[in-house]
Each structure stands twice: as C-alpha cells, then as structure tokens.
C-alpha cells in the first residue's frame, strides 16, 4: 500500500516531504496555484503513508516474521520427517506399502509443502504472486491433512488391533 501511495504523491522538487514542498511553493517567487492545491490534496496521502510506516514499524519490532518462519520451518521439518517415517514404518512392519487416499494425501502434502516454503525468497522480495501462491499451497495443505486424519484414524485403529502386546 505504501508504495501504491508513494507513487500518487506529486514531485516535490527536491523536497523531503509534501509539508516542506508546500512552504516552498508558497513562498516561491512565482506561486502556482494550481501546484499549491495539488500539494495541498497530496498532505491526506503523505498523512496515509506516514501512519502506515508507523504501523509497519510496530508490527516489525513485534518479530511476527521470524515467530512464523521459526513454526513453518519446525512444521515443515517434523511434516516430512513423519511422511518418511510413516511408509518406512509400515514397509517394515508389513513389507509393502498399500497405496491408497492416504498414501497420497501425505505424498501431495509435503509436496504443497515445499511449494509454500520455496515461496520465501520472493515474498521476501515482496511479490504479492509469491505471498498468494503460499497462502493458497498451506490452506490446501490444511485440507490435505484433515484428510490425512481422516484416513489415518481407522488405518491407526487396524495397526492396533493387530499389534501384539507385551
């Protein structure tokens, strides 16, 4: 949005802000009205920007990017360290795997997975595609995993039913 606005803001000739680019205009030898009024309606948006700025400097300082990354990167870790565990284990509990929803719904999860995290370096470049393509890969990445809890319950509760007890 900033940048959006900073773009609406009229050339200041040199100056630093709307405010200091009016005082010039005003007391210039030749006063141009018509670039007076414009600066005039420019100190709303100089207001806009400047109070965006202070906002994005408070969400900053509160570190939600690093809490985020350190999460997404503690889920990605754990996500696919048990997408690799979960068929190892039953290949060498049962010595094959069976394909099925399941199967597929963890193999399509970590790749939704790679697909969010492979989104960083451009969201940190602030592509708006990027930040859109990573949101869309986690919410579906949300469905999958309802999906794999789903289809785990009853293939939990057959494991345990044909485990042997101590």
């Excluded at 207001?47 to 994005?56: C, G, P, V, W």
């Excluded at 099925?100 to 960083?120: D, E, N, R, T």
């Excluded at 393509?133 to 789903?150: D, E, K, P, R």
């Amino acid at each position: 949005e900033i940048s959006a606005l900073k773009k609406i803001i009229p050339n200041l000739n040199g100056a630093s802000s709307v405010s200091e680019a009016l005082a010039a205009a005003e007391g210039a030898e030749t006063v141009d009205s018509g670039y007076i009024a414009t600066l005039k309606s420019a100190l709303s948006i100089e207001s806009q920007i400047n109070d965006l700025t202070i906002e994005r400097k408070e969400l900053a300082s509160q570190g939600n990017r690093d809490k985020h990354f350190n999460q997404g990167s503690l889920l990605l870790f754990i996500g696919i360290a048990f997408a690799i565990e979960g068929p190892l284990n039953t290949y060498a509990r049962a010595g094959k795997l069976f394909p099925g929803p399941h199967l597929y719904a963890g193999a399509g999860l970590v790749v939704l997975w790679a697909l969010a995290a492979s989104m960083v370096p451009a969201m940190q470049k602030g592509s708006d595609t990027a930040r859109t393509v990573h949101i869309g890969a986690n919410l579906a990445g949300i469905g999958l995993f309802v999906w794999q809890i789903s289809t785990g319950i009853p293939i939990l509760l057959k494991v345990i039913e044909f485990t042997k007890w101590p």
